[in-house]
């Protein structure tokens, strides 16, 4: 196996270079920076920080000394044969042996432990220590010790924390409380000892860093190595009191070791550190593979049993994981197979996939899967069919999937065959399922496959489908190779070529979007801020003044409160016009008739004003007024909005609009901050998006102003922060190209 323009705002601020540690960084909150932990606690850096104060750069721990200390200290070692710290104290022992580190037993019971001397506390220590580990039942009483002891890192093994219910967590948050005032760092609580494994050092190459929340879930990666797979570090993050998934995430993407790192989350202990981390892996080009629990309600919960962490919505999890280009798998085996791929494969040259085969079904089989999952099978060229035909008969199918028929790969012009496809310059990946070992022809293609890609830049991958595994030609000549990728099935190819070439794509393309955060306030926001009223939901009209502080067009219209008013209204907005009560209650204003369509006259004017006020007043719904309003006809509904996720923060919606979005529910959400091509993308993953382009003679629609709308939309969620609980522009109505975007309605809720 390989281990292998327009919609820019005015209000944005001037794009900020990256910080590195120990620069000012360009701006500031109120004047002020931050220093950050860092695992040695070895002094502060500057943080660059956005318009609500939270940090726009991930601060990188150094955990140099976690994964190879000089020294270790092990807090309730014991010798005693049948008591379960006997047997962890002697796998640190080995593992201490291994890593060049000196290991010190620390028990008051024992004055020596498999013969080493045992000291009875902490301060007994002859030397300062990089690790502790502690085999205690409850960590809390040690960390004070370890402080005063200097210790850089410790990890606790025990149970019984948030995973448990309510008295853990309290629990688990006075351990965290007490970390935090060390100044030590915490692996831990409820974690393992996979982080002190075996690791082969006789396997080259660049590696995969491995994260897992569940000792266990990671075990399939851990054995890529009985395949030739290099694994450098295995963090298994437990409860994450202190360090999580995302220091770990942050390390890895820095080592010039790791080709990739793997993940399984169960749980993200805080969204905007996820972020940063992912942010700063796509930066290195690092790829991360992740398989992340919580797609169902019941993984949700059973995950948060687990872990005792919030999984969050998945659909936000999931928008924050592809705009950062994290590869969301499903399957231990997805993930092994394509962090393995994603690791050594080389940078593609094109990413055109050539599908060949000893079967014309196999072929086509593969084929269809294959540009059913969105990779790209290029047409060959005639000039390189008539090539091909050299060696295959006429009548087999050369254009690609190619189909050899079988006995060219029995001599020597099987391997004519590949190096001609290698040649052409739109393939970049050569793709051959061998359904089943059949020797006089399997064994020397796979050969013939190994040597071709040697002598190649370009990914050579292999789907070996026999159930036995035990054939010479899979188990020497295949995963003995360096340079081809084989697999057991096509779905798990598919996926990795897949991920192989959008990772690539990605970060050749990838511009941080926190390098464009805003760092200051805009005057649009001062505007929206005194619109703000904390605890309330604002009425369409005060909703709508916040859209127009941001520069959000919105109808022509005017609030009164009388008939007359109303009618005087209507004239300056023009007929026809839309009346609409509005009032700080009003969320749902059709269902109670509080809203009137096309109306051309003074007279129907005031007969809505009768019947709105009327209505109102029988429902007892208080009113600030009536809006008046200019009708708009013509364009494309859709839905913009802002709420507020428990891991992420404030995120935006978009989709199509009124009775749709609860009818199709045909929505994405981005998780700020994004820039104009996420936005675009978010538009382009809407089943619906045809009808932005146009349909059964319709014009094509202001694609430029929605997707303008969308980073306004997005500005003001940055910026208000906290105080906006929730914001709904429905519809907003997407006008013909080159008209503009124009909110109907608008409902905002204030914290």
Not at 374 to 386: D, E, F, H, M, N
Not at 479 to 492: C, E, I, K, Q
Not at 528 to 557: D, F, N, T, W
């Amino acid at each position: 196996m390989l281990g292998s323009t327009h919609g820019t705002l005015t209000t944005h601020s001037r794009p900020a270079r990256v910080v590195a540690c120990g620069e000012q960084p360009p701006h500031t909150v109120h004047g002020m920076s931050e220093p950050h932990r860092d695992g040695g606690g070895q002094g502060a850096c500057p943080v660059d920080r956005d318009v609500s104060g939270r940090p726009l750069h991930a601060p990188v721990p150094d955990l140099d000394r976690f994964f190879r200390p000089e020294s270790v200290a092990v807090i309730g070692a014991s010798d005693s044969e049948g008591r379960p710290n006997t047997g962890i104290t002697r796998q640190l022992i080995a593992w201490a042996e291994r890593v060049g580190a000196r290991l010190h037993p620390v028990n008051p019971g024992r004055a020596q432990v498999f013969g080493q001397p045992c000291h009875a506390t902490v301060a007994d220590l002859p030397e300062p220590v990089d690790l502790a580990v502690l085999l205690v039942g409850d960590p809390l009483p040690v960390i004070e010790q370890l402080a005063e002891a200097k210790v850089k890192f410790a990890v606790a093994f025990a149970s019984g924390f948030a995973e448990t219910g309510e008295r853990g967590a309290a629990a688990q948050e006075r351990l965290a409380e007490a970390v935090a005032r060390s100044g030590l760092r915490l692996l831990g609580p409820n974690t393992n000892l996979n982080a002190f494994e075996k690791f082969r050092t006789d396997l080259d190459g660049p590696a995969i860093a491995l994260i897992t929340q569940s000792g266990h879930q990671g075990r399939p990666v851990f054995s890529l190595q009985e395949l030739g797979i290099r694994l450098s570090h295995w963090a298994p993050t437990g409860n994450e009191a202190d360090l999580e998934t995302a220091d770990f995430l942050s390390y890895f993407a820095t080592r010039p070791e790791v080709g990739a790192i793997a993940a399984y989350v169960e749980g993200l202990k805080d969204g905007r550190s996820f972020l940063l981390a992912a942010d700063r892996a796509a930066r290195h080009k690092v790829p991360v593979v992740a398989v992340k629990v919580g797609r169902t309600e019941t993984g949700a919960r059973t995950a948060a049993s687990h872990t005792g962490k919030l999984t969050g919505a998945d659909e936000v999890v999931d928008a924050a994981m592809r705009q950062f280009g994290v590869i969301r798998v499903d399957g231990l085996d997805e993930l092994q197979d394509t962090a393995a791929l994603l690791a050594r494969a080389r940078k593609p040259t094109a990413e055109g996939v050539a599908v060949y085969s000893i079967s014309g079904g196999t072929g086509a089989h593969f084929s269809d899967l294959a540009t059913a999952a969105g990779l790209r099978l290029p047409t060959l060229g005639p000039a390189k069919q008539a090539e091909l035909h050299q060696w295959i008969p006429e009548y087999l199918h050369v254009a690609n999937p190619v189909d050899n028929g079988g006995h060219p790969v029995g001599d020597w012009r099987g391997r004519e065959i590949l190096d001609a496809i290698l040649a052409d310059p739109a393939i970049g990946v050569l793709i051959c399922p061998i359904t089943g070992p059949f020797p006089p022809m399997s064994d020397k293609l796979a050969q013939d496959l190994v040597d071709a890609a040697e002598q190649t830049d370009k990914l050579v991958c292999v789907v070996w489908g026999s159930p036995v595994g035990t054939e010479d030609a899979y188990r020497r000549t295949l995963l003995g190779s360096s340079r081809v990728a084989t697999f057991r099935t096509f779905a798990n190819c598919i996926t990795a070529v897949r991920a192989y070439l959008d990772h690539h794509r990605f970060v050749d393309g990838y511009r941080s979007p926190f390098d464009d955060a805003p760092r200051v306030l805009s005057p649009s926001a001062r505007k929206a801020q005194a619109l703000m009223r904390p605890g309330q939901q604002l009425s369409e009209h005060a909703a709508k003044q916040l859209l127009r502080a941001y520069g959000i067009r919105v109808p022509r219209e005017q609030l009164v409160t009388s008939a007359a008013a109303a009618v005087r209204a209507a004239s300056l907005v023009g007929y026809p016009v839309v009346m609409k009560a509005s009032g700080p209650q009003l969320a749902h204003k059709t269902e109670l008739g509080l809203v009137k369509v096309q109306l051309t006259s003074a007279s129907q004017v005031r007969d809505a004003y009768r019947e709105l006020t009327d209505i109102a007043r029988y429902e007892d719904v208080p009113l600030d007024g009536v809006l008046v309003c200019q009708m708009i006809e013509r364009g494309v509904e859709m839905v913009v909005g802002v709420t507020r996720d428990s891991l992420f923060g404030p995120t935006v919606t978009v989709g199509l609009g009124g009775v749709l979005v609860e009818v199709l529910r045909d929505v994405v959400v981005g998780v700020p901050p994004f820039g104009e091509d996420q936005a675009r993308a978010m538009l382009d993953e809407l089943r619906g998006r045809a009808l932005l382009d146009g349909v059964r003679g319709a014009p094509p629609a202001d694609l430029d102003a929605l997707v303008e709308t969308v980073l306004r939309v997005q500005r003001m969620a940055l910026e208000l922060g906290d105080e906006l609980a929730e914001l709904d522009i429905n519809p907003l109505v997407v006008l013909p190209r080159g008209q503009g975007a124009v909110a109907l309605d608008a409902l905002a809720v204030c914290r």
